[in-house]
T-cell receptor
Framework: SAVISQKPSRDICQRGTSLTIQCQVD?????MFWYRQQPGQSLTLIATANQGSEATYESGFVIDKFPISRPNLTFSTLTVSNLSPEDSSIYLC????????????FGEGSRLTVL | SQKIEQNSEALNIQEGKTATLTCNYTNYSPAYLQWYRQDPGRGPVFLLL?????KEKRKERLKVTFDTTLKQSLFHITASQPADSATYLC???????????FGQGTTLQVKP
């Protein structure tokens, strides 16, 4: 298994500012992903964090709004930029070892509230 | 477009009974399907994976079936306990990217 630590666990931010979420995995993993989960909703994949290169974004998500870094195999950051109340959500970091069929491990999530 | 459907209504059952949750999908031919458990304020936790050539998979009190003709998976918890109360999510790989797409989840409440 893999243990994923995310911080901050929660934050309240003002409109127009940015928040950076950090994700640390306790062991080397092949894949790292960022998901968003809005209240009462399921998880929506934002992007795949690629080590040493630009992240791969899903439809509806762009780098300018959600810049992602992954400098090594165990660490990634997600920044949510130019915050608006619509960005209020839980952001989840996940990691996996196998490209196909492997289970995903999740962090506890970072709850963002934008005022 | 690809769609995953889970019953959005909460499932309430009595302790000791078997809980059955449903995951239906359309426009998919997934090679496998996964089930996760999510507790309030926590990230999802992997429970089981079932492949397209497997009809049934068991793990302790959990049983998952996978019917590729009906495009449906059933998730059973036998001898349910209040500690089983949580939201259960099914997930399938996207046909385009292979990345996991999650259903909306079904909340199970087991009453003592």
């Amino acid at each position: 298994s893999a243990v994923i630590s995310q911080k901050p666990s929660r934050d309240i931010c003002q409109r127009g500012t940015s928040l950076t979420i950090q994700c640390q995995v306790d062991s080397q993993v092949t894949m790292m992903f960022w998901y968003r989960q809005q209240p009462g909703q399921s998880l929506t994949l934002i992007a795949t964090a690629n080590q040493g290169s630009e992240a791969t974004y899903e439809s509806g998500f762009v780098i300018d709004k959600f810049p992602i870094s992954r400098p090594n195999l165990t660490f990634s950051t997600l920044t949510v930029s130019n915050l608006s109340p619509e960005d209020s959500s839980i952001y989840l970091c996940s990691a996996g070892r196998e490209m196909n069929t492997g289970e995903l491990f999740f962090g506890e999530g970072s709850r963002l509230t934008v005022l | 477009s690809q769609k995953i459907e889970q019953n959005s209504e909460a499932l309430n059952i009595q302790e000791g009974k078997t809980a059955t949750l449903t995951c239906n999908y359309t426009n998919y031919s997934p090679a496998y399907l996964q089930w996760y458990r999510q507790d309030p304020g926590r990230g999802p936790v992997f429970l089981l994976l079932i492949r397209e050539n497997e009809k049934e998979k068991r793990k302790e009190r959990l049983k998952v079936t996978f019917d590729t003709t009906l495009k449906q998976s059933l998730f059973h918890i036998t001898a349910s306990q209040p500690a089983d109360s949580a939201t259960y999510l099914c997930a399938l790989p996207s046909s385009n990217t292979g990345k996991l797409i999650f259903g909306q989840g079904t909340t199970l409440q087991v009453k003592p």
